[in-house]
């Protein structure tokens, strides 16, 4: 089991820059897939990156590809999130989980959740 811990979140201008960190304790991030995800008022929970266990190969959502970075340091064990050129439509309360297994986009499978940042971009 791991627990896991976000930070990093706040408010920031259209065009700016945030790093969003997930502290994870119990057990090392290497273990897991672990993926950002993001869930705006009135919307679902989508996934964001993803980064496999073992070999970190990474997997990003459409609407973030070339802006966002997920990476994972496990001397820290600590999986981060860092966000560029952010635009108003990424406002959302971000959240770290992990998964037993590879990729998926789907929030169901993943096992283990944070509490969630909140992101605010204003235009």
């Known amino acids: 089991q791991v627990q896991l811990v976000e930070s990093g979140g706040g408010l920031v201008q259209a065009g700016g820059s945030l790093r969003l960190s997930c502290a994870a304790s119990g057990r090392t991030v290497s273990s897991y897939t672990m993926g950002w995800f993001r869930q705006a008022p009135g919307k679902e929970r989508e996934v964001v990156a993803q980064?496999?266990?073992?070999?970190?190969?990474?997997h990003y959502a459409d609407s973030v590809k070339g802006r966002f970075t997920i990476s994972r340091d496990n001397t820290k064990n600590t999986v981060y999130l860092q966000m560029n050129s952010l635009k108003p439509e990424d406002t959302a309360v971000y959240y770290c989980?992990?998964?037993?297994?590879?990729?998926?986009?789907?929030?169901?499978?993943?096992?283990?959740w944070g509490q969630g940042t909140q992101v605010t971009v204003s235009s």
């Open positions: 989980a992990a998964r037993n297994g590879y990729y998926s986009s789907s929030p169901t499978t993943y096992d283990y």
């Open positions: 980064i496999t266990r073992g070999g970190g190969n990474t």
